[in-house]
């Protein structure tokens, strides 16, 4: 690797992709610190942050970010899917403060319903598009969406969803841990993305069909 190479940001790596595949269990040393570094928290006054999440509350998605910033983005939604997921209008004091008083979750009661999980994103995606504020996605995870439903219909959510995602030039990273799946279900999503990160023993090697 090239010195210029190494000094240069992960952000500054993938500043040409729209989408990127970040493959790595919750378990993987350097998983967080990505995932941060991704939604830009060094620039939360000019950042739409959006998060849709099938494994974490959203006040757990709120604590990822206030490790990494105090910082409360510009503006900041959440999907929220299933049950497993607590409301933020329910929680009290903590990591949701940093919300306000307007929080804006919104959830999906079933984890195999993609037309309304498709529904919700775009309707943040849609309420930002007037503003000159960048917007980034956190889809925790690609792993537990495959849980529910086959590769062949989330290929075709992920193909629509990461069009709209350019679109409207946003950066989505979206996990996935490689462990849980075969290598023609890891392929196959990698075909859709802009760039892939995969992280072994906290180093990062990137992938990428944009330069």
Same mark, same amino acid.
């Given at each position: ?55 974490? /509350?959203? =006040?757990?998605?709120? &604590?990822?970010?206030? *490790?990494? !910033? ?5 503006? #900041? +939604?959440?999907? /929220?899917? =299933?049950?497993?997921? &607590?409301?933020?209008? *329910?929680? !009290? ?5 940093? #919300? +306000? ?111």
């Amino acid at each position: 690797m090239s010195e210029t190479l190494q000094k240069r940001t992960l952000t500054e790596r993938l500043a040409e992709a729209n989408s990127t595949l970040l493959l790595a269990s919750s378990f993987t040393e350097g998983t967080e610190e990505r995932c941060a570094e991704m939604l830009h928290p060094g620039m939360a006054n000019e950042s739409n942050v959006l998060w849709v999440s099938y494994t974490k /509350s959203p =006040d757990q998605q709120l &604590r990822r970010w206030q *490790a990494h !910033s105090s910082d409360r983005p510009a503006n #900041m +939604g959440m999907v /929220s899917i =299933d049950d497993s997921t &607590r409301s933020v209008a *329910a929680e !009290s004091g903590g990591a949701s403060d940093l #919300m +306000g008083p307007n929080k804006p979750v919104e959830t999906v009661s079933s984890p195999n319903d993609l037309t309304g999980l498709g529904i919700r994103i775009t309707e943040f995606l849609t309420d930002w598009e007037e503003n000159d504020n960048r917007t980034v996605v956190c889809f925790d995870s690609l792993t537990a969406l495959l849980q529910y439903v086959e590769l062949e219909t989330a290929y075709e959510f992920l193909h629509i969803l990461t069009g709209r995602m350019a679109a409207v030039d946003a950066f989505a990273h979206f996990h996935m841990d490689p462990e849980a799946h075969d290598e023609q279900t890891i392929e196959s999503i990698t075909t859709l993305m802009d760039a892939t990160v995969a992280l072994e023993d906290g180093e990062e090697k990137i992938r990428s069909r944009k330069p």
